[in-house]
């Protein structure tokens, strides 16, 4: 049997998904700043040579260096959380700077087939929400398989 994903908690379930991140954003700014240097002075040498187009070059593989620690800044702590209790479900994630928040009646809750990277699907009349995109596709299914039964209950 697998691990159970969510945590019961005094007032219910909660389902907390984060994104993995395996290195601290320190650790990642210091390998950044790493193939900067390097990226700089290999231009500069080459600069010194003559091949004066390889510095502005270096000067843009280090604009692109920053864009991707500072996109990777802003998602490192994405997250989605469903919360139930005994009469609501709660939904909320972050995904960069956006925040979504969506409440739904435990009894009137399904969770309906998704085709969309078969992300779960709860539904309660015409709101929607898709949860799941912060674990891995072959977990979703143990996820959703707890997430009905704690619904059931």
Do not use: W
């Not at 991140?21 to 003559?50: D, E, M």
């Not at 990777?72 to 909320?92: G, P």
């Not at 699907?121 to 977990?139: D, E, P, T, W, Y």
């Amino acid at each position: 049997m697998n691990k159970p994903i969510g945590v019961k908690t005094d007032y219910g379930y909660e389902f907390y998904l984060k994104r993995n991140c395996s290195i601290s954003p320190l650790q990642l700014a210091a390998i950044f700043i790493f193939l900067a240097i390097i990226s700089v002075f290999i231009g500069i040498v080459f600069y010194s040579l003559g091949a004066t187009l390889i510095l502005p070059f270096s000067f843009v593989e280090v604009f692109a260096l920053a864009l991707a620690y500072f996109y990777n800044a802003l998602h490192a702590t994405d997250y989605e959380r469903l919360t139930v209790d005994s009469k609501n479900v709660y939904f909320e994630s972050k995904h960069g700077s956006n925040f979504y928040k969506e409440d739904f009646l435990k009894s009137l809750t399904r969770i309906l087939p998704s085709y969309n990277n078969n992300l779960i699907n709860l539904s309660q009349g015409k709101k929607n929400i898709l949860f799941g995109k912060n674990i891995h596709a072959r977990l979703r299914s143990s996820l959703e398989i707890e997430i009905k039964r704690v619904l059931a209950n």
